[in-house]
């Protein structure tokens, strides 16, 4: 048993191949290719920004960040203290 719908699409598509609905399925063929080309360069693009934004920001700061407990609201850092325990304890993790 054939599809209803696929059906008259289909007669619609081979019969007036030439004719106005032939065009109008051109049509709307190139609209979609050139809709999910769009989006597809879109997506790349996006990404691409994405990873350099990614690169930009670890190459101010690094991957770790390493504040003081006691934070403040302040935008003044205060050092770390060079401790040796400190220092053991960041280095097993």
Same mark, same amino acid.
């Given at each position: 048993?054939?599809? &209803? +719908? &696929?059906?008259?699409? !289909?007669? *619609?598509?081979?019969?007036?191949? @030439?004719?106005?609905?032939?065009?109008? /399925?051109?049509?709307?063929?190139?609209?979609?290719?050139?809709?999910?080309?769009?989006?597809?360069?879109? #997506?790349?693009?996006?990404?691409? &920004?994405?990873?350099? *934004?990614? =690169?930009? *920001? $670890?190459? $101010?700061?690094? !991957?770790? !960040?390493? #504040?003081?407990? %006691?934070? %403040?609201?302040? &935008? =003044?850092? /205060? +050092?770390?203290? %060079? =401790?040796?325990?400190?220092?053991?304890?960041?280095? @097993?993790?």
């Amino acid at each position: 048993m054939m599809n &209803f +719908p &696929f059906y008259v699409a !289909h007669k *619609i598509a081979r019969s007036s191949a @030439s004719g106005f609905s032939g065009i109008i /399925i051109k049509i709307a063929i190139a609209s979609i290719a050139l809709s999910v080309s769009v989006m597809i360069l879109s #997506t790349s693009v996006i990404l691409g &920004f994405k990873q350099q *934004i990614t =690169e930009k *920001i $670890f190459g $101010f700061w690094g !991957h770790m !960040h390493i #504040t003081d407990t %006691n934070i %403040n609201r302040s &935008f =003044e850092q /205060i +050092p770390i203290l %060079n =401790e040796k325990a400190l220092k053991d304890s960041i280095m @097993s993790i």
